[in-house]
């Protein structure tokens, strides 16, 4: 799945993407409020000891699912004798028993089972049913027999069941939106998010990723709506006598509950060339699909398919991709086989009002779900515990399948920002925890929920890309292969992948390892954090200590082995993310020529995140991190600048009412001022854009930089552009790159005229991403009440959509007038807002 934005997963996630100081603390405080009420709860009702199996989380080994025969009816109107809209549904589950029982126990949550029934597959009476019930805590429908079934055999569970088609963003849900303007009419989707434990509100099912199973969907849908599934449909005729279709499928592989899907819209499609060997297929709005913004995700998804099937060595084992963007969709994508869901922003790109970031986190998202078609969909952990295994892979890959798509970008340096950085700040608190859980500490769905982290995405990535560069990438790879194909429609655990890797190493010529890699890759995952290293330069000793942002928060013991820590730089490659004490003479920041001539651009944004952190971390004093920062007045590179600000964010959040903020500001505007003037000559006085992907994102650092701290002309560029957008709504001149900085400066420098602007132009919003631009920049206003009432348009999804409310509040705790309105906000509201 791609990063998610639930705000009970991922406001971590969102934290760390925001990267200020304050927003990680509101969210920390957050978290913690939220424990302290569990403790209290817990104190009230202590937990009992399960006394029955229904009473346990985890599914007992007595049966196995084999297929399933699935109908679901989603109605898109409201019953008009409840209020709500439903779906209906039937499904017949083969399973097989491995244990001889009385007991069935298969998962059911938020269903109305209206029939139930029983049949032995082998011809023979199977054993009446005696009781049955649903066991809300433990999502279980709980079915006791009045003999036992017999190992060996299978047989056959029948049910009819009724579900509401809520709004809730999991399991199968409703998404709606407005398409036509004279009048707009409301639209109603069905679709799912099953990840990692809501199919079981779809249907009665085995809901766990190591059971396994062959599923048949048929879907009923009214004329005028199309159906789709994992597998191909199949047959469509019309229902006699009701004004429906029934649309049956192929039959799936072998695969997990999780990454089952379905959806039924009034969407339209565009699709690859017809003889192609695995049809791809885009499904949007009809308006989204005919002004072409699906083109983009066309055009390379079957590129990145084609690399990924040459770096796994292993063909796509399906026949059709078919790719869904969302108007409602709680994560970034989710990997269903065959029938990858998006949300619109992850997936849709118009050239007319996109920017490069948003087109490069479409390849990236792509690639990351793509890249789960064979790790993850065909090859599946066994448990939730290994989801680092799963999500990091994929976080990591995404950045090379990318990378053959779009060569010019070179976002595979990126993965240092955007991954190992944000992992490392996470790692160094003392709330963070090990990328590997036990099975055990891992069972109620909130605690599988828990595991959608920066951790598990991030720092999964991280020493996964790490593990690859001490292997080579093509050891790697090959190890993969191997690993794919041994364990194909089946599940492993971590300790599967380490052996074919190792396997791989030792069949290398001249590959010396200092340790197997089990070794040296469990310290990585089964402890929390990393070390800070010194090197005593007078004696040559090296040391290491568990590294935290706040030394006073406590520690916890940590064994790196050294050899371990010296091949993550490796001879010949950019060094990677790794804190240590840098031998650095104190004036050698005097002179950023030679600085910058000695150290590569990667290292040199490295350099000043490492200082700041070790700063925070008393180990450095602040003032020779910010001597790091002085070669920015010649710097004109991307990552050293997006450190840079990021870092220094943090800082000003915690000066912006002392004394120092001044002196703060006019030394950052004295640094960033050469790069505005840069990027106001190269492109030609602003009326064009960079050709470098990374140079276009600096030219947005720029103009940010400079508004926020007063450099001459900056905020009446920002401003005058957005007048002449106010005079003009129909007509947006800004660049779609800048748009999102300029608006924040506007709206920034404004009051409420500019505000209520931005807000009616994101209420007409019909382009996700240009949504998505203003919802940030409506964070930016100084005005405390303005700040207020976004706030409450969170509680509102009329207003701010659900899968959006997490983000705005995030953005305005971002915005040092919005901090404590927003903390405020969270408390407030936390059990709406928890459970909503």
Not at 666 to 689: C, E, G, M, R, S
Request: with cysteine; hydrophobic share 40%; aromatic share 12%.
């Amino acid at each position: 799945m791609g990063k998610g934005f639930f705000i009970s997963k991922t406001l971590g996630i969102v934290g760390v993407i925001v990267g200020t100081g304050v927003v990680a603390t509101i969210i920390a405080l957050s978290v913690v409020y939220s424990q302290e009420k569990a403790k209290i709860h817990e104190a009230v009702n202590p937990p009992t000891t399960p006394s029955t199996p229904w009473e346990h989380y985890r599914l007992p080994d007595s049966l196995s699912p084999v297929s399933y025969n699935i109908t679901l009816w989603p109605r898109l109107v409201v019953n008009a004798s409840t209020g709500l809209y439903i779906f209906t549904g039937q499904s017949a589950v083969v399973f097989q028993c491995e244990k001889d029982t009385d007991l069935i126990l298969i998962h059911a949550n938020k269903l109305n089972l209206t029939l139930l029934s029983l049949i032995s597959r082998d011809g023979a009476t199977a054993p009446a049913i005696k009781k049955s019930w649903l066991e809300v805590p433990t999502q279980f429908l709980v079915i006791q027999l009045n003999s036992n079934l017999m190992a060996g055999r299978q047989y056959e569970l029948y049910t009819e069941f009724i579900g509401e088609l809520a709004d809730d963003l999991g399991g199968f849900y409703r998404s709606e939106y407005t398409e036509g303007t004279s009048p707009p009419v409301r639209k109603v989707v069905a679709t799912t998010q099953m990840q990692p434990v809501d199919a079981r509100k779809a249907f009665p099912c085995f809901d766990e990723p190591a059971m396994k199973a062959v599923f048949h969907m048929t879907l009923l849908h009214a004329h005028g709506t199309v159906a789709l599934a994992n597998g191909m449909n199949l047959v469509n005729v019309t229902v006699n006598g009701q004004d429906v279709t029934r649309t049956s499928f192929q039959p799936t592989p072998l695969m997990s509950t999780y990454l089952l899907a379905f959806v039924v819209s009034e969407f339209g499609f565009i699709q690859s060339p017809e003889g192609e060997k695995v049809l791809i297929r885009i499904w949007a709005r009809k308006q989204a699909i005919a002004e072409g913004q699906g083109d983009y995700a066309l055009e390379k998804t079957g590129p990145i398919l084609e690399f990924f099937e040459n770096y796994y060595s292993s063909s796509y084992p399906l026949t059709k991709s078919d790719q869904i963007a969302l108007p409602d969709f709680s994560a970034g994508a989710m990997e269903n086989w065959g029938l990858i869901t998006y949300r619109e922003t992850a997936l849709l790109y118009n050239p007319a009002s996109s920017s490069n970031g948003d087109k490069e986190w479409i390849a990236t998202v792509i690639s990351h779900e793509l890249a789960h078609m064979w790790f993850g969909n065909l090859v599946t952990m066994k448990w939730w515990n290994d989801l680092w295994l799963n999500e990091g892979f994929a976080s990591y890959v995404s950045y090379l399948g990318a990378n053959s798509a779009e060569p010019t970008w070179n976002v595979t340096d990126l993965i240092v920002l955007k991954e190992v950085h944000g992992a490392m700040s996470v790692d160094a608190l003392a709330s963070s925890h090990p990328l590997s859980s036990k099975e055990e500490d891992v069972m109620r769905p909130a605690q599988i929920s828990e595991l959608f982290d920066t951790i598990t995405y991030s720092k999964g990535a991280a020493v996964l890309r790490m593990l690859s560069e001490f292997l080579t990438e093509p050891v790697f790879a090959r190890g993969l292969s191997t690993y794919l194909n041994t364990f194909k429609y089946s599940n492993t655990v971590y300790q599967d992948l380490w052996k074919h890797l190792q396997m791989a190493a030792d069949s290398t010529p001249g590959l010396d390892l200092p340790a197997s890699v089990d070794d040296i890759m469990n310290r990585w995952i089964l402890q929390m954090g990393f070390p800070v290293v010194t090197i005593d330069t007078a004696t040559g000793s090296i040391n290491q200590r568990h590294f935290l942002l706040d030394p006073d928060s406590g520690t916890v013991h940590m064994i790196m082995m050294l050899s371990n820590l010296l091949n993550y730089y490796v001879p010949g490659r950019p060094a990677q993310s790794l804190l240590t004490v840098p031998i650095w003479e104190p004036n050698i920041f005097q002179c950023p020529c030679v600085f910058i001539q000695a150290i590569p651009v990667i290292n040199r944004a490295q350099v000043v995140d490492d200082a700041f952190n070790l700063a925070r971390a008393r180990i450095v004093s602040t003032i020779l991190a910010l001597r790091t920062t002085l070669f920015l007045q010649r710097e004109r590179e991307y990552m050293p600048w997006q450190t840079a600000d990021r870092n220094l964010g943090y800082f000003f959040l915690m000066f912006d009412r002392s004394d120092v903020y001044g002196p703060m500001q006019a030394y950052l505007n004295k640094q960033v001022t050469p790069l505005f003037n840069h990027f106001k000559t190269i492109t030609a006085d602003w009326t064009k854009i960079p050709e470098k992907h990374t140079d276009q994102y600096n030219q947005v650092n720029a103009i940010s930089i400079a508004c926020s701290t007063g450099v001459a002309g900056c905020e009446e560029l920002t401003t005058g552009w957005f007048k002449d957008w106010m005079k003009t709504p129909e007509n947006n001149t800004i660049h779609p790159n800048l748009r999102q900085t300029v608006y924040c400066s506007a709206i920034a420098a404004g009051g409420v005229e500019e505000w209520d602007f931005a807000w009616r132009m994101y209420r007409e919003a019909s382009i996700a991403s240009e949504a998505d631009k203003l919802m940030y920049s409506l964070a930016c206003t100084r005005v405390p009440w303005l700040l207020n009432r976004y706030l409450n348009y969170c509680l509102d999804p009329e207003k701010i959509r659900k899968q959006d409310a997490t983000f705005t509040i995030v953005y305005i705790a971002g915005n040092v007038v919005g901090q404590s309105l927003a903390w405020d906000f969270v408390r407030t509201n936390w059990n709406h807002l928890f459970n909503e």
